[in-house]
C-alpha cells in the first residue's frame, strides 16, 4: 500500500513563514500529478495547489502569490512553501498524489493524513 506522510507543520506568526513536505513510500510504478489540501473545522476540505504532470502548478486564488509547490521526483516528495501566513490559513494541510502501483493498472488517488498548521499571534 502507497502511503503519504506529511511533515513539517507547527504554529507561526501572521506574516511567518512555513515549509509543509509530504513524502510518498511504497509500491510505486509512477507518480502523476500532486496536489496540496487544506481544511479547517466545521469546513470542507479545499484545493490549495495541484502540479499535473507536465503541466503549469495551479494555486487558488487565496494563495496565489504567497504559496509555492514543488516537487522532487527522485525522492517522491511534494513541498510546499507557504509565506506571509495568515490566521485564516489555519488548517489540516493534505496532500493527494495520483499514483500507479505496480499491482495495479490504473492509476488512484492517495491521500496523506495530514499536519496542522495554526497562525496566531
Known amino acids: 500500500q502507497v502511503q503519504l506522510v506529511e511533515s513539517g507543520g507547527g504554529l507561526v506568526q501572521p506574516g511567518g513563514s512555513l515549509r509543509l513536505s509530504c513524502a510518498a513510500s511504497g509500491n510505486i510504478f509512477r507518480l502523476n500529478s500532486m496536489g496540496w489540501y487544506r481544511q479547517a473545522p466545521g469546513k470542507e476540505r479545499e484545493l490549495v495547489a495541484t502540479m499535473p504532470t507536465g503541466g503549469s502548478t495551479y494555486y487558488t486564488n487565496s494563495a496565489k502569490g504567497r504559496f509555492t509547490a514543488y516537487r522532487d521526483d527522485a525522492e517522491n516528495t511534494l513541498y510546499l512553501q507557504m509565506n506571509s501566513l495568515k490566521p485564516e490559513d489555519t488548517a489540516v494541510y493534505y496532500c493527494?498524489?495520483?499514483?500507479?502501483?505496480?499491482?495495479?493498472?490504473?492509476?488512484?488517488?492517495?491521500w496523506g493524513q495530514g499536519t496542522q498548521v495554526t497562525v496566531s499571534s
Open positions: 493527494k498524489a495520483n499514483i500507479r502501483t505496480f499491482l495495479r493498472t490504473e492509476p488512484y488517488d492517495y
